[in-house]
Structure formats: C-alpha cells, structure tokens
C-alpha cells in the first residue's frame, strides 16, 4: 500500500494529540533505570540534557531493544542462517529516496508492459532499463540491486524508491554513519543512468532522501516465548494471543503474499522478556527464532505487538 510519507507524519501528530500521549521529539532514551532486576524507567538525553522519566511500565520499541539490552536483557543479533544469509550476516539497510520531474504516466506504462514487473509484493519491480545499462557498459554504483521498485501518491513524482541494499549494523553508529553517507552518493551516481535508460525518467531530479538510512534487522530479545518459522505455517493458536497475522513473509526466507485467509496467532509472550521485570518490547525486537524475522519485522507485525490493551 503505498503512502504519503509527508502527510504521514502530520497524521501522527493528531494520533499522538488524539490518544494524550505527550510526545517528546529530539531526544534519545539511553540508559535503563533499575531496581534490581525491575525496571523502573529510563534516562534520555536531549538538547535539553539528561533526564530521568520514572514509569509505571517502560515498552522499548527502539526496534533495537536498546533500552532491554542495556537493562541486561539477553539479545540475539544474526545468530544463526536463515535464507542465504549466513551467521553474523544481518539483512541489509537501504536509504529510500524520491524523484520528481518524473513522468510517471510512461513509468506506470513501462512497468505495464511486463507482468513481472508487476510483482505483487513488490509493487513495481523495474529492472528492463537496469538491464540495458549494464549491457551499455554503465558501472552501476556500489549496492544498488539490479531492480529497484517504487511507490507512487502523487502525478509527476516517485516519493519512495528503494534500490540500494547496503550492509549495516545498526547498533554501531559509525556503520550507521558509513551506510547512509555512502548510499546518498550511490544514490546521486544512479540518477544519471536511470535518466538516460528508464522511461519517464528522463528529466528525473532527486527529490528528497529518507530522513535516515532504513534498517531491516539487529537484535532480538530472548522473551519467555521465541517465535518460529513453523508456528506461522502450522497457523498456531496460543492461550495468550494478543492478535493475528496473516501467513505471509517478505525477507531471506523468501516472499510470500497474503493473499489467503491463513493466519497464525501471536503470543503475549513474545513480547516479554525473561529475567528482567516490568519491561515489555514491541516491534521487530520482539522475541522470535532468526527465520522467523522475514515475518515479525513486518511493520504490521509490529502493530499487532504494540496494540495490546490491558
Ligand atoms: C527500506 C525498507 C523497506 C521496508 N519495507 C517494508 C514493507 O514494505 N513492508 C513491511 O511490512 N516492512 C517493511 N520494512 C520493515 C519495517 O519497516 C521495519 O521492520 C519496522 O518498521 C520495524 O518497526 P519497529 O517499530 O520495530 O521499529 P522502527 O520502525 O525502526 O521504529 C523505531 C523507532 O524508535 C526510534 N528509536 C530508536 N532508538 C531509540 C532510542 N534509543 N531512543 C528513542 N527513540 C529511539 C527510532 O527513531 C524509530 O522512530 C522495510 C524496512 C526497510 C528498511
């Protein structure tokens, strides 16, 4: 489903005013605070220097477990081979970036005029220019995959393209800093040849870069339950499911639509993590084997473990 990523973040705000959460923008949650094995709250700094915020219950949705790990939470970061990527290898992160003075009506053609272009997970999957550039000779930049796919909201405009897989660990700020500075220049490198092979782009200028690079996978925590690949396929039920997920995946274990009513339930416990008390995660840090993580990093995965009500 493809949306407008500007409007997006205005929408989010009203979320946020409409719910009464007070919202604190800048700012970095950095060290758990403990008693004992309880966390009680958490430190952050900002511009406005270190705080301590105590809270009933502290959720650590950093998508890194950050605020668990620091607080002695056991954590799994590519611990074992799952699809072709093997141990120590995390998925790669990609900068999204925009185009516009695009004319989106010969893209939309273009894409038309091959059905496996027409990928039915991977919205447009263009590669027929790609293909003709390195058969020119062209000398495509570092990491840029052979195809790239798009969103697209508005007339004369790409806002979300997706092209660039780079290696990262994003846990560590200097490949966090590497990662994005060296896909913008990929990027920049791109635009010309995508220019001169790819239809309706031929007066393509960037528009924007994601406001930082996009990371798919880092740590995990170990919860009182681990999901696994299995459990999506066998659609397991658990005496403490928070929700339903379709059976469906998108990662290293390959790509499967949701295109039937198959679902699996998603436990409670997932979200929990052993040893330390009052701390919940949710998101793609949650707790699940390395295969399942081609499912629970999906962005309405991560929905459904940070909707639970008490
Ligand atoms: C390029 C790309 C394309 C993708 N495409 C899809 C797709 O098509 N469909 C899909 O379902 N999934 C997709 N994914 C995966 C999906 O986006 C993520 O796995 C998902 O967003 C994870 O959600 P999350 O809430 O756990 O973490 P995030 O979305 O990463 O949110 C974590 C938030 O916490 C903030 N944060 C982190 N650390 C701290 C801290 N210490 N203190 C304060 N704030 C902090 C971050 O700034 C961020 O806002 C894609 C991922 C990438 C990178």
New binding site residues.
């Given amino acids: 489903m493809a949306y407008d990523t500007e409007m997006f973040k205005y929408v989010a705000d009203e979320y946020i005013k409409e719910n009464g959460v007070i919202p604190v923008l800048h ?4 060290m758990p605070l403990m008693e004992g094995n309880t966390i009680v709250g958490v430190v ?1 700094e900002s511009k406005s220097g270190r705080l301590a915020i105590r809270a009933k219950r502290v959720i650590d ?4 477990a ?2 668990a790990y620091r607080a002695g939470v056991e954590c799994v970061m590519a611990e074992e081979k799952t699809g072709d990527l093997e141990p120590g290898y995390l998925m790669g ?4 970036y925009g185009l516009t003075d695009v004319d989106t009506a010969a893209v939309e053609e273009e894409a038309d005029s091959d059905p496996s272009q027409r990928h039915p997970v991977m919205h447009r999957k263009m590669y027929h220019g790609i293909e003709k550039a390195r058969a020119a000779g062209e000398i495509m930049p570092p990491y840029t995959n052979k195809s790239f796919i798009y969103n697209r909201v508005t007339k004369n405009e790409l806002p979300a393209l ?1 092209h660039c897989v780079y290696p990262v660990d994003g846990t560590d700020v200097l490949s966090l800093t590497k990662a994005e500075i060296e896909s913008r220049k990929s990027i920049m490198d791109i635009i010309p040849i995508l220019r001169k092979y790819e239809k309706g782009m031929e007066n393509a200028k960037l528009r924007n870069f ?1 406001m ?6 880092t740590r995990r925590i170990i919860g009182e339950y681990r999901m696994e690949f299995k459990d999506v396929f066998d659609e397991k039920t658990f005496p403490d499911a928070i929700g339903v997920y379709p059976v469906c995946m ?1 990662g290293p274990e390959g790509v499967l639509p949701a295109f039937t009513e198959a679902y699996f339930q998603v436990p409670y416990r997932i979200t929990v993590p052993v040893k330390i008390e009052n701390l919940l995660v ?4 949650c707790s699940s084997k390395r295969r399942a993580v081609t499912i629970t ?6 929905m459904v473990t ?1 909707c639970q009500r008490q």
């Fill in positions: 700012c970095l949650g950095v952050t949705c950093t998508g890194d950050d605020i992160g990609t900068l999204v997706n994601a930082s690079i996009g990371v798919r996978e998108d949710a998101g793609r840090c990093r999906q962005v309405d995965f991560a940070g």
